[in-house]
Structures are given as C-alpha cells and as structure tokens.
C-alpha cells in the first residue's frame, strides 16, 4: 500500500479574536451588521462565505422591507428542499432586534410534502392571501413564474440564496427569470452566495445587470479571522495509486468529525458499485458492531475499542437514508459532539448542510465545478468550542498509463491545482493596490511594519479589521470609471477564479518550457477580462487586467517567499510577511516585473516534487501533443500590444529581440500578415 502524494496545498492561521461572532445592540454580527446598513437598496448582491450568517442577515432585511419600504411580501427562494430549515423561526426580539422572524408552516413549502411543480398552486395561494413571508425551492419559483407571469411579483421582495446556481447563459431558467425581474424593475431582490461564480465559468450575470447591483462582500478572511474557537484551516490534495478503499486510511483519521465524500459513479475514481465501497470504508476502520435501532447510524468498534457512530446517506433504500437524514437534523441534537462522528454521502451534505462539529472534509475524486469545492470546504469551517483546526482533502487518482485515462486524469490534476491556487487567493486578505508616487502619503488604519511608510519604497500596509493588503506598485494603471473601481474592488477573486480555470492558461504556464509569461499574464488574462467586462473601456480593462494579474501573482510570490526562508506555507501571519519581503527583494516593484513572472510557476515547484518524473513528464507530452502553436485570436492580442509597444518605444518590436515578450509580439504581428498575404492570393 502506497502513501498518498500531496500536491499543491495551502494550511492558514487566523488570529482568533472573536470579532466575527461578535452581535451588537441589534443582535447582528459584522456581515450581518454591514449588510443591514444597506437594507434600502432595490437589488443587492450579499458575497459571504458559509457559515457567516447569511440567513439571518437576509430576515434582518426582508423584516425592515416589509415593515419600512411598502413591500407587500418575501419569497425566499433556496435551491433544494433541505436549505428551507435555515429559514425557520427565529426569535430575533430576543437578541435586540425589534421583530421576530415567523413563517406560518404551511408557507414554508420546503417542508410539505409533494414535487416542486405540484407546489406552484401554493405559491398562487400565498400571493392573494395576507401571509408575509414564503419559502420555496428555486424549481417551484420558476414554475410558478412560468405559469403565472413576472407581474404577478411586483411590489414583493424576492431573496435567492445560493445565487452561483443563476448563470448569464440564456438557457439558465432561473438566471433568465431574475434577468425578466430586473427588466421590469418592480421587484426587490436579494442575492446570497458564498462563492460568487460558477463551476462552468459561465458568467453568474451580465455586466450590465451585475452593476445594478450593490454589493456587500465579507470575505473568509474575516470570518475565519474574527473566529472564538477555529484557528487553522488545511486544505490538501492527494494523488494515491490502484482503488482508494485501499488507501483511505492514510488520510481518513476516525478521531476527527468527518463528512466523507465518495466519488461520482461515473468518475474514475469510482468502483461502479457505491455500496460495496461504503462497507470497505466501514471495514477499514474496524469492526461492524450494528445499527443504532433510533438514529440508523452505523455502530464501528475501532482497534483502541472507541465506537464509532457512522451516518451513511449513500444506501439507496429511502426509508434507511431518511431515517439517517432525520437524525442528522434533529435541532435537539445540534450541539451535540458526540451525537455523530463521521458522515459517508455522495450528493448530499453539501449546500447549505450545518454540522458545526465537522473537522475534516473527505472528498474522493474530482467534483463537477470549484463552486462545489467552495461548498464542501464550508461544512468545515463552522466555529465550534473546542474545535481549533478544519481541513479539506481530495484524494485523486494519478495519471494512469493508458491514454484515454491519462487525458482524464490530467484534466483532474489540473483542476486540482486550480482548486488549490483559488483558495490560496480566497483564504487570503484582499489587495488594495495603489500606483507608486513620489508625493504618496500613508493611509490611515494601515500597518507598514517595523521602518514604517518610506516615500522611497513600494510600501506594503496592513488593514487587519478590514482584512486588506494595501501595496503601491510602480506603473500600474488606475480605474478610471466607477464600474471599473468596483471591480478592482469587489471582484479580483471572480477574475483570478476565471484565469486558473482557463485550461490554454494553467497547461502553458505549467508545462510549456518556451512560455513567455507575458503571454498568459497580458494576453490570456486581457481576453479574460474583455469577455468578462465587454462594455469597459480599453484603459479601465488594462487597469482590471493588471489589478488581477498582481493579486494572483503576489499571493504565489508571498507563499514562495516564506518556503524558502523556511516559514510555514500561505499562513495568514507568513502570507503578510511574504508580501513584504517580496516587495522588499526587488529594487522597484513595478508591474512590468510582475507581469514577467509566471502565475503558475510556484504550483509547478510544489507539482514537481509530489510527482515522479515519469508521471509528470507522461502529463506534459499529453499537455504538448494538443498545444495549438499560435491561434488567429491570439496574434491579433499580441498585435493589439504590440501597437501599445510602438506608442510607447516609437518602434514595432522586432522578431530578432533579445527580450522573448518583444519577440513573441513581433511573431503575433508576422503571423497575421501572413494569414492576410495567404488570404490575398487565394
């Protein structure tokens, strides 16, 4: 039996100073309290990662909407049948507030029995009667929409939670509703996600509706930082060899509140047989002893004689897995450490399921999207007493010898790694950069360390309550308009999150040897950001590209930085310090040098040494023997910045350069006056 290898991995200290779940007068803890400040907004978007109290803001806000803003009702709309509990009764008077949230049972239409499309007869019920507050899953809001028109909504507030399941693609039915809503401007709405894109990297909303929006952000690192109890959370990928029954117990510690994940029956990873691979879980951690006749739970008696207490929601015989889930969500139980230890399910506990005790996040195989990754990692992030470290795994087979499997597998590896480059940057403060100016001036609430503010340096400040990283780089270019503001603000995490999906991008910068980093840093993330933001500007989307590109690349420069001085990897303490010392081992910090430097050059490192040579060598000839050399789309970018580089040199760059971006330039430029000469004389 094989150890699992590590792959690129990321472990975080938070400084544990309560702040998070702190509630002031009105019973509101700080992202409720920051969202609330918004409440009169007609559409307003809330980001905030699991477990930040999302719910409760929203009743906070429907409640003053109803009382306060002439809103005839609330539908709260939430994706599946179980997240309807988040939104039960809460007795809010008790905590400050001036109301209690009440939703008479039978509007909660996510506990009464029956189909989503058998359920929009409710909904019509609810709308002509005095009642103020629905629940419902997303399926019978669209149903209900479709059956009896937008109109029938004016006047109301209507709240989507878990809003990364909207997409701008036209054939998304609930993106198309929400988009039918704005359109006619007679709605509130609210929209609620803890990861504000998408698996599929389709965008969530059109840019044009997306600015409608005012945008709350609470960010991981302020919750986790203003954490009671949690102090550090691993995330950490595997690649293990042959079946992973037979290598669970290298990464499966029965002494940690576990919610195990087994694979897709379609995935590599899978036996095909999902029952048989739940009793050889069951096997490896020790002796079957029976099933707790009032929970259903699986008794396991392990080598020391500890029993386990195991919830299986994978056995496909409804009465089984619905006594278990029942148990699961028994409120009495809620508190309760010791009333379960490990939780086994393939599509369930993921979304919206609350288990606080949860220590480690066991996923076999590769999921469908870095959304449902975001989602599983925060049944892990639950403040608990007595709980100081959380982790995340996925184990991942390695790449197999036959070629079909070995494609497949290095699309998981890939996925992985730009799994693991997201929540580096998701975990991670956010940036606020600023160009470096002779006449700059020290910003008020910032740290700039022991020599603190010099005129001469690229400074690097911190923000702590705020969670911000304030850094001056020499050139960068500004926003210019409001919207473009807004996004170096808000939505360098949605830019990145795009980027290291984009396959042309994360292959080259990992395994082409000839890549010139300006090629993926200008050229890649430039096609990004237009696609993304089509109606900005040509200079405000330079000023997104280049706020994008620093945030990625000094994360990766900042955890590179502490590993060779021998600091522990992409801890909040060591990130901070990275970012400095990187700042500081340069003559002059100028986004020239960031954008010669390969965003993925540090998870290359990190791949090297968890991969043979062989394995990662097989990787890199599947990765080559598709690689297109230079596309039409691709020429006519570098062409675009190859006229920047004439304004600027008052030359073209010339194809005998010594600098490889120059040259690469004048290649874009060749090429496409080939593709015209071949097009003249055909």
Known sequence: MSKP???????????????????????????????????????????????????????????????????????????????????????????????????????????????????????????????????????????????????????????????????????????????????????????????????????????????????????????????????????????????????????????????????????????????????????????????????????????????????????DDPTKRDKVATALKDPTQKNNRDRVDIIIALGMAKEGFDWIWCEHALTIGYRSSLTEIIQIIGRATRDAPGKTRARFTNLIAEPDAAESAVTEAVNDTLKAIAASLLMEQVLAPRFEFKPKRPDNQPTPGFDYGEDGYNPGKCNVGINPERGLIQMEIKGLAEPKSPEAERICREDLTELVTAFVQDKPAIERGLFDEELVPEELTQVRMGKIVKEKFPNLEAEDREAVRQHAIAALTLVQQAKKTMNESGGEAAKNTSLLDGVRKFALSVTDLDMDLIDRINPFGEAYAILAKSMSEERLKQVAEVIAAKRVTLSVEEARELAKRALRFKQEKGRLPSLTAVDPWEKRMAEGVAFLQRKVKEETNA
Not at 112 to 141: E, M, R, W, Y
Not at 205 to 225: I, M
Not at 276 to 290: A, D, N, S, T, Y
Request: hydrophobic content about 35%; some cysteine.
């Open 5 to 315: 290898i590590a792959i690129p991995s990321v472990s975080v200290t938070y400084a544990q100073d309560g702040t998070s779940t702190r509630p002031n007068a009105l019973g509101m803890r700080p992202m409720q309290e920051r969202a609330y400040q918004k409440r009169g907004e007609q559409y307003l978007l809330i980001k905030s990662p699991p477990a930040s109290g999302k719910s409760r803001a929203l009743m906070f806000i429907a409640l003053d909407k109803l009382e306060n803003q002439n809103l005839k009702q609330a539908i709260i709309v939430v994706p599946e049948k179980a997240i309807g509990s988040s939104f039960h009764d809460e007795p809010l008077s008790q905590f400050g507030f001036w109301a209690d949230w009440q939703v008479e049972p039978k509007w909660n239409l996510c506990d009464a029995p029956g189909n989503d499309g058998g359920k929009v007869g409710a909904v019509q019920k609810f709308l002509a009667s005095g009642a103020k507050i629905l629940v419902c899953t997303h399926a019978t809001f669209r149903f209900a929409v479709d059956k009896f028109g937008i109109e029938i909504l004016d006047d109301r507030l209507i709240a989507i939670d878990e809003f990364h399941h909207v997409s701008s693609n036209p054939d998304n039915k609930l993106g198309d509703r929400v988009r039918q809503l704005m359109a006619r401007d007679k709605t509130h709405i609210i929209a609620m996600t803890g990861s504000y894109f998408r698996g599929d990297a389709e965008a969530v909303l059109h840019p044009e509706d997306e600015s409608r929006f005012d945008t709350v952000t609470y960010t991981y690192y302020e919750q986790l930082n203003g954490y009671q109890y949690l102090k550090q959370l691993d995330i950490g990928y595997y690649f293990y060899a042959g079946s992973y029954t037979d290598e669970i117990v290298q990464v499966l510690n029965p002494k940690e509140k576990t919610i195990l994940h087994i694979p897709n029956v379609n995935s590599r990873e899978s036996t095909k047989d999902k029952i048989r691979e739940v009793e050889h879980i069951i096997e490896e951690l020790g002796e079957w002893q029976g099933t707790d006749p009032k929970t259903g739970f699986q008794l396991v008696k392990t080598a020391d004689g500890t029993i386990l207490k195991i919830a299986d929601l994978v056995d």
